[in-house]
């Protein structure tokens, strides 16, 4: 059994460098903010769990106002900085070291709470709780989960995500975990299968090539863990995948 922080470890350093930690689609993003409801003049904006950042990016673009960008991890902290230095806009990103689900700050202080492919580590009951409070009255938050878009699917991946996370809801029942935190759901967006591999997937892969020689047995267990989810979306993706919640209190 590997060592939980060896874990860790290999987990970091198999996406370190990386331009994404999960799957996402700058241009779905982008129709998603281009489409929100009218926000105050110079929003309060964050983003949870942003791991490199490649969101906290888009948002410090569209909106040009400061986000603070909250992720444990302070090597992918690193990495945003960098990112962040190349794509010109190092004076709008506050980079926050800091645990995404006990956030200390003032109740109704964002107006647009942003999370992409981060909210399942608290199950999405869990990260609406913890963030609900966070947002100012009429603000926006923009949440993706990992949803099931069929309700009977196959045995094999339902037994991998059951065990792996069995909280995984479908659409309606994550707008009702919505609604019972407190916010209305304005719509759902569900991430297209091709962005995974064109976002995340392909960079991945290109890294574990990298790695695989010289990995120690934490890194080919992380390997073995990442190539059998590839491998299952590659079979299953039409059975789940990420949707977009977009959501106002």
């Known amino acids: ?41 110079e929003p309060r904006i964050a983003d949870l769990g942003c791991g490199a950042g490649d969101s906290s990016i888009l948002l410090a673009e569209h909106f040009r106002r400061p986000v603070r960008a909250v992720e444990r991890a302070e090597a992918f902290l690193e990495d945003l900085q960098r990112f962040a230095a190349d794509a010109g806009v190092t004076e709008l990103i506050d980079p926050i070291a800091a645990d995404m689900g006990a956030l200390d700050w003032e109740p109704g202080s964002v107006d647009l709470l942003w999370s992409e492919g981060a909210a399942y580590n608290l199950t999405f009951a869990g990260a609406l709780a913890a963030w609900r409070p966070l947002v100012a009255p009429g603000g926006i938050a923009v949440i993706s989960e990992a949803t099931w878009f069929e309700p009977d699917p196959p045995a094999e991946i339902a037994a991998y995500w059951n065990e792996g996370y069995p909280h995984m809801g479908d659409e309606a029942t994550n707008r009702q975990r919505a609604e019972d935190a407190g916010f209305t759901c304005l719509g759902i967006h569900r991430l297209v299968s091709e962005a995974w591999w064109t ?17 120690d047995a934490a890194m080919l267990g992380v390997i073995a863990e990442s190539e059998t989810e590839m491998d299952l979306f590659r079979r299953y993706s039409d059975t789940y995948g990420y949707a977009f919640y977009v959501l106002q209190v």
């Open 1 to 41: 059994m590997i060592d939980e922080s060896a874990y860790i470890e290999a987990m970091t350093t198999l996406h370190r460098g990386l331009r994404r930690q999960g799957p996402g689609d700058p241009s779905l993003s982008r129709h998603i903010l281009e489409r929100l409801p009218a926000l105050p003049a």
């Open 199 to 215: 976002s995340y997937y392909q960079a991945l892969q290109a890294r574990i090539d990298t790695l695989r020689t010289n990995a």
